[in-house]
């Protein structure tokens, strides 16, 4: 049977290309864009003998499992949020479950550390700030190695990144 899936981002190529491979195999997936950071708000469509309300985002795609792969690092560079902020935008999208991969050691993320901290002092501040919503963080590998450009499976020479998955729940 199988379960539907929702997936949301900003990448419109990357979402039409999605969009394509799952039906060309029949997987029950649906692309929409949007940036979760700005989700869509609850509105009133008003028409000639008729009131429809649609609500927010928020409770529309509320589902028990939300997948965020490779958002941690580039959420906190590009939109110049806190660990927090990061948390509070994806938690309200999951009813059980949030699985976050995040590269290790990657301190790119506003205020959390010094150019003099490296390593997991950012993933425990990560994983800290997780602890306030979800009973049970657990840190996992994510596999494969992707290159600091975030490309998966760095070539011969490229640096790589250590990913980790953070399984969280409620």
Same mark, same amino acid.
């Given at each position: /049977?199988?379960?539907?899936? %929702?997936?949301?981002?900003?990448?419109?190529?990357?979402?039409?290309?999605? #969009?394509?491979?799952?039906?060309?195999?029949?997987?029950?997936?649906?692309?929409?864009?949007?940036?979760?950071?700005?989700?869509?708000?609850?509105?009133?469509?008003?028409?000639?003998? #008729?009131? $429809? #309300?649609h609500?927010?985002?928020?409770?529309r795609?509320?589902?028990?499992?939300?997948?965020a /792969?490779?958002?941690?690092?580039?959420?906190?560079?590009?939109?110049?949020?806190?660990?927090?902020? %990061?948390?509070?935008? /994806?938690?309200?999208?999951?009813?059980?479950?949030?699985?976050? $991969?995040?590269?290790? @050691?990657?301190?790119?993320?506003?205020?959390?550390?010094?150019?003099?901290?490296?390593?997991?002092?950012?993933?425990?501040?990560?994983?800290?700030? /997780?602890?306030?919503?979800?009973?049970?963080? &657990?840190?996992?590998?994510? #596999?494969?190695?992707?290159?600091?450009?975030?490309?998966?499976?760095?070539?011969? @020479? $490229?640096?790589?990144?250590?990913?980790?998955?953070?399984?969280? &729940?409620?």
């Amino acid at each position: /049977m199988g379960i539907r899936v %929702v997936a949301f981002g900003t990448d419109e190529a990357h979402l039409n290309a999605l #969009y394509r491979d799952a039906a060309r195999v029949g997987l029950p997936i649906t692309p929409l864009i949007m940036d979760f950071c700005k989700p869509s708000p609850a509105c009133v469509s008003v028409g000639d003998g #008729y009131t $429809e #309300y649609h609500p927010p985002a928020e409770e529309r795609l509320r589902c028990e499992l939300v997948l965020a /792969m490779g958002v941690g690092p580039h959420l906190g560079s590009q939109k110049d949020l806190a660990f927090g902020d %990061v948390i509070s935008r /994806m938690s309200p999208f999951s009813t059980k479950w949030l699985l976050v $991969e995040v590269a290790a @050691g990657d301190d790119r993320f506003k205020g959390e550390c010094s150019s003099d901290q490296h390593g997991c002092h950012s993933m425990q501040s990560f994983i800290g700030e /997780m602890r306030k919503v979800f009973s049970h963080v &657990e840190v996992l590998e994510s #596999y494969p190695a992707r290159s600091a450009a975030g490309d998966a499976s760095p070539g011969q @020479g $490229e640096a790589s990144i250590s990913q980790k998955l953070l399984f969280c &729940e409620r």
